[in-house]
């Protein structure tokens, strides 16, 4: 979807409830005593903040800025309003004035971004609250019942939309077309997951879902057939695809398992069917597959038939834990010392954890040889010593030395978060520590 910054348009215009709905947003002063009463506003519609009259009084209140900003749509265009009101009061006198500031349309396969200085509209949005801001920090949305609207007069009103928000207007109308198609053919999963940027989680790990850069119109007639009436997802589909590609067939029960990228990890010495039914037998943690390739790599142990596919592997994965824990980490000390430093102010209480940063490499070893995990193995000390991941520990926050569960996070996102064998972590725990992880710094 092309971007242009000059808009070619009249906007649409606001009700005129909008704008009683914004002055209702800001408060007025009222002094008084019993000989005086002054009033700031004239606004009828003004929440009123009362204060006694005295000669100490101050009539005089800093301007502020009220950012406010209303979805209007037609049926051509989808338009997003932001206006400002610049507020204050002057020796008891109110000063007040609105004017628009930001516009965003999506109008003609064209997403239109523009702000207003005087009565010229310029490109781009403009960050009112300067440049560390957002163009919709602290702004308030007026509640016009605007997706019922777009459903019935606008460039998206043959998609349900369903609780969409206002920030997902733009992806929403970039792929409205996509989105029509599988909301049409009953594939109402895939729809949504065109529709919210959805990812999944398989195998307690989160994985991205669509691929924007392949689903198009032409690819989802080609799919028309799989798609029709079907809840499959978009990496259940090429699960399927690329394990018929292996001359596999993609076994009830894999997709929890597996992903499209595993695949390239699976050892070539072993049947790409036999795999699926060892791994849904053996309930297989695919992350955890991966770190005991890593261990067997790592203690210079060839990948065979024997060993790709142990009759009991969390048995044989332990015992490559126990084998990498005695090994020698002293290459990596100076590294890890650095990255104790950087990781210091991580550490904080919430809830009913403690999220506490390793100090020493034995730490790692500890815990992985406590919980039963490869987090003591190189590979895992290596990477978090040279800064490509992080782990840290979470514990109960009354029991500090007693290891509970490990965290691996990666560019604001969790990679793993797990307990003992791998177990994962209560939904409770897991929400609290994903919600930290996106504004870990």
Not at 123 to 133: D, E, K
């Amino acid at each position: 979807m092309k971007i242009a910054y000059d808009y070619p348009f009249k906007p649409l215009t606001p009700p005129k409830g909008f704008f009683k709905w914004c002055s209702s947003q800001i408060t007025g002063y009222r002094w008084a005593n019993k000989d005086r009463t002054i009033v700031s506003t004239t606004r009828p519609e003004a929440p009123l903040i009362s204060k006694r009259l005295t000669k100490a009084s101050n009539l005089n209140i800093p301007e502020k800025f009220y950012p406010f900003a209303i979805v209007l749509s037609s049926k051509t265009r989808i338009e997003i309003q932001s206006f400002g009101i610049w507020c204050g009061v002057e020796n008891g006198e109110e000063t007040y004035e609105i004017r628009r500031t930001n516009l965003e349309c999506f109008c003609d396969d064209i997403h239109y971004q523009v702000h207003q200085c005087g009565n010229r509209w310029r490109s781009g949005l403009q960050q009112l609250y300067g440049f560390m801001s957002g163009y919709y920090t602290n702004t308030q949305f007026y509640l016009n019942r605007w997706r019922e609207k777009i459903t019935k007069s606008s460039p998206l009103r043959y998609c349900n939309l369903k609780e969409i928000s206002w920030q997902q207007l733009g992806h929403a109308y970039k792929y409205r077309h996509e989105i029509e198609f599988l909301q049409l053919i009953h594939a109402d999963r895939f729809a949504d997951e065109v529709l919210f940027e959805m990812r999944h989680k398989v195998g307690g790990r989160w994985v991205t879902g669509i691929d924007y850069r392949t689903v198009n119109m032409k690819w989802l007639y080609r799919h028309k057939g799989i798609l029709k009436n079907s809840t499959i997802t978009y990496q259940e589909l090429r699960l399927g695809e690329a394990l018929r590609k292996r001359h596999g067939k993609p076994i009830s029960g894999i997709e929890n398992i597996l992903t499209v990228q595993d695949l390239k990890k699976i050892p070539a010495c072993v049947g790409i069917n036999s795999f699926q039914k060892w791994a849904i037998a053996q309930d297989l943690d695919f992350g955890m597959y991966v770190d005991y390739l890593n261990m067997l790599d790592e203690l210079g142990i060839g990948v065979d038939k024997g060993n790709a596919m142990p009759k009991d592997f969390r048995k044989a994965h332990d015992e490559k834990v126990n084998l990498i824990g005695v090994k020698n980490n002293k290459v990596y000390e100076k590294e890890f010392n650095d990255r104790v430093k950087q990781l210091k102010g991580l550490e904080r209480r919430l809830g009913e954890v403690q999220i506490v940063a390793p100090k020493e490499i034995g730490e790692l070893l500890v815990e992985g040889k406590t919980l039963r995990h490869c987090v003591g193995g190189q590979q895992y000390i290596r990477r978090h010593a040279q800064g490509e991941t992080t782990i840290l520990f979470v514990r109960k926050a009354n029991q500090l030395d007693e290891p509970y569960l490990t965290l691996e996070m990666k560019n604001h996102h969790i990679v793993q978060l797990r307990g003992k064998r791998n177990h994962a972590a209560p939904p409770e725990i897991e929400e609290v520590i994903e919600n930290w992880v996106k504004t870990a710094h």
